[in-house]
């Protein structure tokens, strides 16, 4: 049987001293805290310096993915290309377009080697040598092929001369080798694709200038100071108009990508947070209508926020990712919410004409459990992504909970002084509201009373259509298309405009997953099965393109090679060469090549070909290259995740000298385990959350009528937002699935405050408990609102859904909580009240 409710309570003494002694000693409390606030700020600016966009910092350093590219890392000197994309505008300015390629690549090859590695405008150099080389890289039986067939000719032409008998009706064997030179053009599409060894194409109207990036650094910085420089050369040269008119320029490949999310994300950041302190400013002014409730609630709130970020480092966060990078303005706006509910009943009872002193005991009497309730049940919700391994929630998990519960501290023990300085005597003290005053709460209290059993029967009915239309939310909601989940411009004015229009003229990815092994023979044995796959797997022939080692830039039997082509210069004497059709003598001149033909060592090699297979110990062939191609299909997650699957499983079929399978390294395994990451992560964060939450209800309230309707008010808000994500179509991805566990959190707030607030009242009048709280409640969520609202001026896409499913969270957790919630009761409170009237 649930315990009577209680009545009325005043004010214990233990909380009268408490209020006394933070009084008396508040000067030294706030020396105390702003002295560490500098501290905290210094660490959160490093924190923010320290900050990170791309995928990997998502994930945890023990995946599998993040340590095959640090291993990477440590064994060659990287594989990033810089686009230089120029749009000419038209097939006519393409020369114009290569000039000012031209004079750009003369500056940037004076780059040091440590920012540029290198500069390409084509394939010329590639060409060149494999010309001079041709017949070392011709297959050995081809040039036994045309040994054979000039042995022939020579026979011929010999008996000829011997006068032997010789059949004239007999033509002689020819000296034609069209069909050896068709079967390697054949293989050479580059000589379609760039037809004057320029990265070019008159169809796309585009030239590209190749900038192979230094070293391997995961930062942004040195990127950006190389656009810097490059877009700093281009204005030099007089830009393109200089050129011709209406040619533009953008840049492409990953170093692009990382500076533009970067960018994107500190000038989101910027903006956002000026927008949210505005709104938080304004809404305080409009709700208290007493202009020290801001930096009352809003210094201490700046504070918490440093401190939170500062107190992180020792659960070890040392840097920010895209997921955490906006918890600045989301701390603001739920952790001011602690405080709303303190000033609301200090407020209360000034107005009341109860003095400054006593109007602090009955606020922190009245508001002490409730919201340390709440902040509890907000740190659990946020501290639930801690139990995952993903460091994007982890993160979001770190520093979520401990600003819930530093604001909650900082709200009770740095707000108290700072009022009564405030508010020094009734000219300072809030003045009484006019009886006219509009206040929300007050029309929705007077609507719940009017037609209490209506809005009881809209939320059911709202409630069974979100669980119906909620029945078929799974794990097939989760977003895997990686492409919606960048900068919403970038495929009109970003990187993924220009990566699109440089993967046309290129015809292919410039970057490769890599597969790192111990041995040449475990690279020779996983390149030999993923070369048989390529032909037979549906999945690795939709997204692999070619599959690279050593060899394939290498030629083998290099001496048995030279054998056969000293021997063919040999029998090719003047009188035979003769017989070879003027047309056909540069078939036979590539076909043996220079006469002082010697093998190719690995150091005489471009270093194009060998762009990540060389590692810093000098060896070459210890690396396979597998190169997508260049489609849509690289993008989704549920091939990338098949993709890392084959590769993983042909990496661990062929294990190393140690008995180690290979590591593979590159995007495709990261987005895969981002999504599988995610998968597993995702449902035990919710449980825990959920179950936290309820326990701490539970220790709360005990077992009584509120516990039930207070879970049954979460339900119902969570159950609605379920709903609506799925009427929005919006897919659940690794930043907005924070929105579910969060919202047990923060959801739960409003019905505790609510419920709180009619228990002290000796629940007796839950309308009045609405108009007294629901005004703070609402505010709360108004503020908690704004935080979430930021996201909705990100730029990333997967933010921005953060902030959608965020906000609408609030406001199905908040309806819920001050409209069905009181309807309810007070149909209970009615339907008990005529079961005891006597009768007769």
Known sequence: ?????????????????????????????????????????????????????????????????????????????????????????????????????????????????????????????????????????????????????????????????????????????????????????SKDTSSQRYPKDRFSSAEQHATVLLVEVGGYATGTEQAQELLDKIRAEIASLGGTDH??????????????????????????????????????????????????????LGIPLLVSVTWSFALSGLFGVSELNSNSAFLGSIIIGNGVNFGIILMARYVEERRRGVGVNEALVLAVHGTRTGTITAAAAAAIAYGSLMTTRFRGFWQFGVIGGLGMLVCWAATFVLVPPLIAWL???????????????????????????????????????????AAIGSRHFGWDRFETDFSKMRRGDTWKVGEGYWGHKMDAVLGRYLTPVVILTDSPAQTEAIASELDRLIKTDPVLIELIDTVRTV?????????????ETQAIR????????????????????????????????????????????????????????????????????????????????????????????????????????????????????????????????????????????????????????VW?????????????????????????????????????DGARDVLGAVRSTGGAVGLASATTIIGYSSLLLANNQALFSFGQLSVVGEITCLSTAVIFLPALFLLLDRSKSKSVQPTG
């Open 1 to 185: 049987m649930a315990p009577a409710p209680p009545q009325r309570t005043l004010p214990s003494d233990r909380t009268r001293a408490y209020v006394a002694w933070v009084l008396r000693h508040g000067k030294l409390i706030w020396a105390l805290a702003l002295l560490a606030t500098v501290f905290a700020a210094w660490r959160t600016t490093r924190l923010y310096m320290s900050l990170r966009s791309d995928l990997e910092s998502l994930l945890p350093t023990s995946a599998p993915s993040v340590r095959a590219l640090d291993e990477l890392r440590v064994r060659t000197t990287g594989i990033r290309f810089l686009g230089v994309v120029i749009d000419t505008g038209n097939a006519q300015n393409l020369p114009a377009g290569e000039k000012l390629v031209d004079d750009l690549a003369a500056r940037i090859e004076k780059y040091p080697a440590q920012q540029v590695a290198a500069v390409r405008k084509g394939i010329s150099i590639e060409r060149r040598f494999i010309e001079d080389h041709a017949p070392l890289y011709a297959e050995l039986a081809d040039l036994k092929e045309a040994r054979k067939r000039i042995e022939a000719r020579r026979d011929y032409e010999a008996a000829k001369v011997a006068e032997a008998d010789l059949d004239d009706a007999e033509p002689p064997p020819p000296l034609d080798f069209a069909d050896l030179e068709a079967r390697y053009k």
């Open 243 to 296: 050129y011709a008119p209406g040619m533009h320029f953008g840049f492409a490949g990953d170093p692009a990508i990382s500076v533009e999310e970067l960018s994107a994300l500190k000038g989101d950041l910027t903006f956002s947070s000026l927008v949210v302190l505005g709104l938080v400013t304004l809404v305080l002014l409009m709700y208290y209508r007493w202009w020290r409730s801001v930096p009352a």
């Open 423 to 465: 508010d020094r005597s009734d000219r300072s003290a809030p003045r009484p509201l006019p009886a006219n005053a509009w206040n929300i709460t007050g029309p929705i209290a007077r609507m719940v009373a009017r037609i209490p059993r209506a809005v009881v029967i809209l939320g059911a009915l709202v409630t069974v259509a």
């Open 551 to 563: 060899h394939d830039v290498l030629p083998s039997e290099q001496e048995a090679k030279i054998v």
């Open 570 to 721: 040999k029998m090719l004497t003047p009188a035979i060469r003769a017989k070879i059709p003027q047309d056909k003598r540069e078939q036979v001149d590539r076909l043996t090549g220079p006469a002082a033909l010697v093998p190719i060592r690995p150091a005489d090699l471009p270093s194009t070909f060998v762009t990540g297979m060389l590692e810093r110990d000098g060896s070459l062939d210890k690396a396979v290259l597998v190169y997508p191609k260049p489609t849509e299909a690289t993008w989704k997650g549920k091939l990338l995740i098949a993709l890392a699957e084959k590769l993983r499983a042909v990496a661990a079929h062929h294990p190393g000298p140690d008995g180690r399978p290979a590591r593979v390294a590159g995007s495709a395994p990261l987005s895969a385990d981002i999504t599988e990451s995610m998968a597993s992560d995702g449902p035990r964060s919710t449980a825990v959350a959920l179950a936290g939450v309820l326990v701490l209800i539970l220790a709360a309230f005990r077992w009584s009528r509120e516990t039930l309707l207070i879970f049954g008010s979460l339900f119902m808000g969570v159950l609605w937002l």
């Open 724 to 760: 609506s994500s799925m009427l929005m179509d919006v897919r659940i991805n690794f930043a907005n699935f924070i929105a579910f566990p969060i919202t047990f959190g923060i959801g739960v707030d409003y019905a505790v405050n609510v419920m709180w607030r009619y228990r002290l």
